[in-house]
């Protein structure tokens, strides 16, 4: 004989009924326009409302986007988180933050390819569509880039995170600012030193954030690439995706060839910034997560290569 239950199968009631029951109510009567016309605009209220702003408007706003680089793959499909501002006179309530995002679908739609003469081109559209002076637009993604084994050769991708910083003026024109953020090996000089076989390593961070110059071109140089460079070479060594027992005896004895402070790999750094000639200021920030401490090493330096003097050789 079948023993099975037979569970009898719960009567619910239909979705209205639901929807009632957890606190949803019939629409009241409608009083206020429907039509845009007819709405009252109180972002465009005009009155001494007792202070200019800065900067108003949305951030946060993750878009898909298309990049571009010398280093393979050299065209990538990435996502970019935006924020996008005006300065706004005290007369004024407010801004109209629509026009931002409609703004980002206007590019989208034409191929939003994410350059610096494209942002150049957005910024001063922004403006122009705020009726302001000015516009504001940061972008920030992960770059993807390949990295090969120094020895097998076999190659896997590595990723830094990139922000693009763009600012448009009326009266001053277009400033830029890009951020580079690439994750290297540094190797303990001072263990090295003192220990009878071995030392202690770890994973580092180095931060570069630099403006360029007027006249930048990056159809003859791409400073994601110079700015990658600037990190790794001047670390003990680079981290690898993929690495074979060949590969990692060859990574582990450069390491420690190369021991670097958190001092030195800032100062280092900061050298091959001060030599590219695209660059007008910069900052550098190193952190070390510490392998046998529980506290992490941190140094960084600012230089204005305009305001200070030259360095001597």
Avoid at 81 to 90: A, Y
Avoid at 173 to 197: A, F, N, Q, R, W
Wanted: glycine residues 4%; contains cysteine; proline residues 5%.
């Amino acid at each position: 004989m079948d023993k099975t239950k037979t569970i009898p199968k719960k009567q619910l009631p239909d979705k209205a009924q639901r929807h009632k029951l957890f606190g949803s109510v019939e629409p009241g009567p409608k009083t206020k326009p429907s039509k845009k016309s007819e709405m009252a605009d109180l972002q465009n209220t005009q009155e001494d409302f007792l202070f200019d702003l800065d900067a108003v408007g949305i951030a946060n706003v993750k878009h898909p986007i298309t990049i571009t680089s010398n280093l393979e793959p050299k065209t990538q499909t990435t996502i970019g988180t935006f924020k996008f501002s005006s300065g706004i006179e005290k007369a004024s309530k407010g801004t109209n933050m629509s026009r931002f995002t409609e703004q980002l679908q206007s590019f989208h739609q034409n191929g939003f390819v994410i350059d610096l003469k494209t942002m150049k081109g957005f910024t001063k559209d922004l403006a122009d569509r705020l009726k302001q002076k000015d516009a504001d637009m940061e972008i920030s993604f992960p770059w993807f880039y390949e990295r090969r084994g120094p020895q097998s050769d076999l190659s896997g991708m590595n990723h830094a995170n990139v922000t693009i910083h763009v600012h448009y003026d009326e009266e001053a024109g277009h400033s830029v600012d890009v951020s580079l953020s690439s994750l290297i090996t540094t190797l303990c000089p001072c263990s090295k030193e003192i220990s009878e076989y071995s030392a202690h390593n770890q994973r580092g961070e180095v931060t570069m954030t630099v403006s360029l110059t007027e006249d930048f071109d990056e159809n003859k140089t791409d400073w994601k690439e110079m700015l990658l460079e600037a990190a790794e070479s001047n670390a003990s060594a680079r981290l690898h995706p993929v690495l074979k027992r060949p590969d990692e005896k060859m990574v582990t004895e450069q390491a420690y060839e190369n021991p670097r402070f958190v001092e030195d790999l800032t100062r280092l750094v900061a050298a091959d910034l001060y030599e590219m000639p695209f660059v007008t200021k910069f900052s550098v920030h190193c952190r070390n997560e510490e392998s046998i401490h529980l506290h992490d090493a941190i140094a960084s330096v600012t230089y204005d290569k305009r305001q200070n003097e030259p360095l001597e050789g």
